[in-house]
């Protein structure tokens, strides 16, 4: 068992790591909230795995609990989904002493994670996340969101969770598919950090290994994670550097309209804009160091999207595009992020040429 302390601005919280967490849920949650209404948001493919055994742990706790499942996948991150929750709160007679509880991946996580911000402007929620992205890095740093026009992420809020609750062991019921996408959030960290994290991930050669090596990648991702976030909450400067992949990934991720996983676009993102980038022999290195860290467990490293007239109507978008310039990020080395001013209009120009 292990606990990060997370300590920010205006609050502290844990994010506690354990193999079998889930047998003594509601014991930890009794740790930080006093016995209230609680309503268990979860999707469809993660409840009838384990929301029996967090109701009743949260149960027997002397919580009270209601049970809500949203479809599982992206779409279930919309303000249609967000306002038919708060109607289902609103019934059940919700009010600013009751909380929420996230039981999933990051989809649950960031839609329970909006609706904990504004219902009723605000009440207590803990993330318990049980993919690999989510346990990673979505549970983690207070980001909460929904999609609208197409646009990832559009609709959020900064807003930070009471406690963390992760079991690795959940990983093992993981379609693969979405342990290897969540992977895609790990190579990006390891690449900004370097050093032993990126000494494991030189280690990891197939899902299997990603399972097998789980709890260590996901200490180093939550170790930076909660560094970097805990200095730079509302992403002025440092917190930028999470978004490496996430320019032309989102771009990407959006036009595939629910065809690509979030890490799948972050992937080809990292990609990118390392390619773009690639103009050195060390940058050189990185981009290759790069696909073959991603190619190994079988992530996206191409697509026809990247060349689709769509895409720089989508990075437009990007919250990161201030007056038309963006801040994107690259490594100049593994291990050696660089944060780079660069127009729309230049960066349309280094996508076309660079041919993807
Ligand atoms: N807030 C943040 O800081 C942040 C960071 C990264 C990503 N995100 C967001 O997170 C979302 C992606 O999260 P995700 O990859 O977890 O997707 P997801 O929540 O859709 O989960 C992936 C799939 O795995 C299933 N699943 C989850 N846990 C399972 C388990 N233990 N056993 C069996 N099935 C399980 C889910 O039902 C889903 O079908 C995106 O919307 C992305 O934008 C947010
Ligand atoms: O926590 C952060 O900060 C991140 O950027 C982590 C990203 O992996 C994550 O996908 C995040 O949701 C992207 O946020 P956005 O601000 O670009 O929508
Ligand atoms: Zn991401």
Redesign the pocket.
């Known amino acids: 068992m292990s606990t990060i302390p997370v300590k920010m601005p205006n609050q502290r919280y844990d994010v506690v790591i354990e193999d079998g967490l889930l047998k003594t849920l509601g014991d930890r949650v009794r740790q930080v909230w006093s016995p209230r209404k609680v309503a268990i948001i979860t999707d469809d493919n993660v409840g009838p795995l384990y929301l029996d055994q967090v109701a009743n742990e949260l149960t027997e706790s002397g919580f009270t609990v209601v049970t809500v499942v949203v479809p599982h996948g992206e779409h279930s991150k919309s303000l249609a989904q967000l306002e038919e929750l708060a109607q289902q709160l609103a019934a059940a007679s919700f009010n600013r002493t009751d909380s929420l509880l996230a039981l999933g991946g990051g989809v649950v996580g960031d839609l329970t994670g909006l609706l904990a911000s504004v219902y009723m402007r605000g009440i207590d929620f803990i993330q318990v996340p049980t993919s690999l992205l989510a346990q990673v890095?979505?549970s983690v740093?207070g980001?909460t969101?929904v999609d609208v026009a197409q646009v990832?992420?559009l609709l959020?809020t900064f807003y930070q969770p009471d406690l963390v609750l992760i079991d690795p062991q959940t990983l093992k019921t993981l379609p693969q598919r979405d342990l290897v996408e969540g992977y895609g959030?790990v190579v990006k960290a390891g690449a900004l950090v370097g050093g032993d994290f990126w000494s494991l991930i030189l280690q990891i050669n197939s899902p299997a290994t990603i399972l097998q090596e789980a709890a260590k990648l996901i200490h180093f991702a939550l170790d930076f994670?909660v560094e970097v976030?805990s200095q730079d909450e509302r992403?002025g400067g440092q917190?930028q550097l999470?978004?490496f992949g996430?320019t032309i990934g989102?771009g990407v991720e959006s036009l595939a309209n629910g065809d690509l996983r979030?890490g799948e676009a972050?992937s080809l993102g990292l990609i990118a804009i390392s390619t773009i980038f690639a103009d050195q022999d060390e940058t050189h290195e990185v981009l290759e160091k790069l696909r073959d860290r991603l190619e190994v467990v079988g992530l996206p490293v191409t697509s026809p999207l990247l060349a689709d007239d769509g895409l720089m109507d989508k990075i437009k978008n990007d919250?990161k595009n201030r007056h038309g310039y963006l801040n994107v990020v690259y490594l100049n080395a593994i291990g050696q992020p660089q944060i780079e001013k660069i127009s729309l209009a230049d960066l349309a120009d280094k996508i076309n040429r660079a041919a993807i």
Request: proline share 0%.
């Open positions: 890095d979505s740093g980001k969101a990832k992420n959020g959030e994670k976030t992403e917190r999470l978004n996430h989102h979030h972050v919250k």
